[in-house]
């Protein structure tokens, strides 16, 4: 039986302040994950209401009130804060002339009655003469903007920030057509600040990720997050080739026409700023459900992503008079959308074999139309998930895509179960080789521990050659499955004794080609320590962890011989990575692989030196632009910095020149010769650092 002790007893009042202090800290990290990596992990749903519930708490307990709060600030969007993206930190960063502010949002109609309500009493309707009037608008769900113009001239375009100061993104924003660079052949205006959203159409955010894809690279989880972090980019042209679009809403300044929020957006729309047409000046609540009803609707029509509606009392003066929060304008908010979801049936479910030995469920739905994509498969993540849904064969489910592409089931409909339905019980063999499943301690997941399961094999060699893991050129993912296939490879270390022979007969090879990957296959033994400790595919140990891992154990066999202490000592390494590193060394045939490439010569050791492997470009400032050949631009911002070169991204006249692809930016092009800069090409930059003779 079960003692209770005193201890068990909880003090409501205490849980609540834990609870307070977890919200505030889990709501930072999450506006830093949003705001400056722009890559959130949970949904805006999730975190609007993680930030209610702080909001009802700090309400009820005013003597915890913490002006330092998550409900107090707005998320900070500042790149010089965040020291583990290289790419950005390099802004100007510019105070703010009037605050930038955030909305409070609700998700009910009824908190929109009780909003209108207030500003009806706030603006003590009964007595005033003015009409009250709202403005509906859009809220275009991508990142806020300022830009000033001064003179007429566009001369400063800052992000939100920390609400504060901003970055100066200036060189990004006029890639972006639609804004007008002057306007002053329009007004005399001295000074005029439009504030407004960019954003990634949706077109063009489809397009990048398919880009990705091939490239590899992480894809963006959606288009606020590929517009956020273009807009961050250190390269005008990588943004001009992106697209982005924007929309303005608002409009400040010192003697501006016009009395009412709508006329300055009209007199805005003259002077040719973009502005939206879907707004709608309305004079009744009627009018302001109509409008949220129709666009809830209609939005999925739309080139660029919305998240809700934005109501606004329109009268400048009557806005004065409500005022502000310290977070939001009291004479605003925002009506979110409910994410889209739909009803399905569930056909199957089937297993994935990934290249750790982990098995992945797999939801099989009839098609359903979402978002404006055709789904027919969602994760079920592990067996825990299944029980946690009871999910039962032919259930309807509902599947929601959140912050996240992959599109989620998030609740099984009952009602519309099968009288004799079973649950959905996980496989206790590997789809693929038969083999029982194991499940290791505190992990969620079921693997399939034999190291001879094909899926596995194949999936470890094409992580292997991957651009970012040993970049072997020639070798992708295809032509793998295709040598394993033909029994010429079953692991990785197998790769390195292909000969050109083995593949120049094969159909769709020929002799350059077969050239050409055995080249790949040699040149990826200068890849460094800490990519091939990625690249044999521990689980658990990513990009990130591998380079902590390489700079801790400066060789292999150091790392072999570490025990789980040693390990978790490492930035990062937890309990499952360690346990993780530490079974991978355990496996004869692991060992024999390590061994094996040990011989063909890879890197195994030795991050100081590749940290720094010369100084034939010491204090040169470098800029890098257009399509290469032999290195991605990633490799080569690594090998300018480890030549002792510094990589710069715009062109100066301190430049020392230019390292040129293919497709060089044109504007970049011209400012180089204007300036004198020399222009290097690819094997001339090689050259000089010793690369090729
Ligand atoms: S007005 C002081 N109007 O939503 C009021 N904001 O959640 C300033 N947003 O930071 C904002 N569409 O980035 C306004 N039509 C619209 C909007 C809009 C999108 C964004 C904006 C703001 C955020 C607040």
Avoid at 95 to 117: C, G, K, V
Avoid at 428 to 434: D, L, M, W
């Amino acid at each position: 039986m079960q003692q209770l002790s005193l201890f068990d007893i909880n003090d409501p009042i205490e849980d609540e302040r834990e609870e307070l202090l977890r919200l505030r800290n889990e709501l930072r990290e999450h506006n830093y994950r949003y705001y400056v990596l722009s890559a959130p992990t949970i949904s805006d749903r999730e975190f609007d209401e993680k930030m209610h519930r702080l909001e009802a708490l700090e309400q009820r307990h005013p003597e915890w009130m913490d002006p330092e709060s998550p409900t107090q600030k707005v998320g900070s969007d500042l790149a010089q804060k965040n020291p583990k993206v290289q790419k950005t930190g390099n802004f100007e960063q510019v105070a703010h002339r009037y605050p930038m502010l955030s909305l409070a949002n609700t998700y009910s109609e009824e908190e929109i009655r009780a909003w209108l309500d207030r500003v009806y009493k706030g603006l003590d309707y009964t007595s005033s003469n003015t009409p009250i009037e709202i403005v509906c608008e859009l809220k275009f769900d991508g990142l806020s903007i300022s830009l000033w113009y001064e003179h007429g001239k566009l001369t400063k375009a800052l992000t939100r920030g920390d609400g504060v100061k901003g970055d100066n993104v200036i060189d990004n924003i006029r890639t972006i057509p639609t804004i007008p660079q002057d306007i002053s052949s329009k007004t005399d205006l001295r000074s005029v600040e439009l504030r407004g959203e960019v954003l990634l159409p949706w077109e063009n955010f489809e397009r990048i990720n398919k880009q990705r894809e091939l490239a590899e690279e992480p894809l963006f989880a959606n288009p606020r997050n590929a517009a956020s972090g273009t807009l961050k980019s250190l390269d005008p042209e990588l943004v001009r080739a992106r697209g982005l679009s924007v929309y303005l809403y608002y409009v400040l300044g010192d003697n501006l026409p016009g009395n009412s929020h709508s006329e300055r957006l009209d007199w805005a729309r003259q002077l040719g700023f973009p502005i939206s047409e879907a707004m709608r000046v309305c004079k009744s609540v009627d009018e302001v459900m109509d409008f949220i009803h129709f666009w809830d609707k209609e939005r999925r029509n739309l080139p660029v992503a919305t998240d809700g509606v934005v109501l606004k009392v329109n009268n400048l003066k009557q806005q004065e008079q409500l005022g502000f929060t310290a977070k939001t304008p009291r004479w605003a908010i925002a009506y979110k959308f409910e994410a889209e979801k739909q009803l399905t049936q569930l056909e199957e479910v089937s297993y994935q074999v990934g290249r750790t030995g982990a098995i992945t469920p797999v939801a099989n739905m009839t098609p359903v139309q979402l978002s404006g994509t055709m789904v027919h498969r969602a994760t079920l993540n592990n067996e825990d998930f299944i029980r946690q849904l009871d999910l039962h064969e032919g259930d309807f489910v509902w599947v929601e895509k959140g912050g996240e592409i992959i599109p989620k089931i998030t609740a099984v409909e009952t009602s519309r179960r099968q009288e004799n339905a079973r649950p959905i019980t996980f496989i206790r063999n590997c789809p693929e080789c038969g083999t029982p499943l194991v499940r290791f301690e505190g992990e969620a997941a079921w693997y399939c521990p034999n190291d001879n399961c094909p899926p596995q094999m194949k999936g470890k060699m094409e992580h292997f050659v991957a651009r970012k893991a040993m970049n072997i050129d020639g070798l992708g993912a295809e032509t793998i499955d295709l040598f394993f296939e033909l029994g010429l490879i079953r692991n990785i270390a197998d790769i390195y004794q292909l000969r050109a022979e083995d593949i120049a007969p094969l159909q769709g090879f020929g002799e350059r080609s077969a050239e050409r990957i055995i080249q790949g296959i040699e040149a990826s033994k200068q890849v460094p320590w800490a990519r091939v400790l990625f690249a044999i595919g521990i689980r658990f140990v990513g990009e990130t962890t591998a380079k902590k891992l390489a700079r801790a154990f400066p060789n292999i066999d150091l790392l072999m011989a570490a025990d789980e202490e040693q390990l978790i000592a490492v930035e990062d390494v937890g309990n499952e990575i360690a346990r993780s590193i530490r079974r991978y060394f355990e496996s004869a045939d692991n060992l024999a692989i390590i061994e094996r490439l040990r011989k063909a010569g890879l890197q195994l050791e030795g991050e100081e030196a590749t940290m720094s492997v010369g100084n034939s470009l010491e204090g040169l400032s470098i800029v890098i632009s257009g399509v290469f050949e032999h290195h991605s631009r990633d490799e080569y911002k690594a090998l300018i910095e480890q030549h002792g070169g510094k990589n710069v991204s715009s062109v100066s006249a301190k430049t020392a020149f230019i390292l040129a692809g293919g497709n060089m930016g044109p504007a970049k092009l011209e400012k180089a010769e204007k300036l004198g800069v020399k222009i290097m090409s690819e094997t001339e930059f090689l050259q000089l650092i010793g690369e090729i003779q």
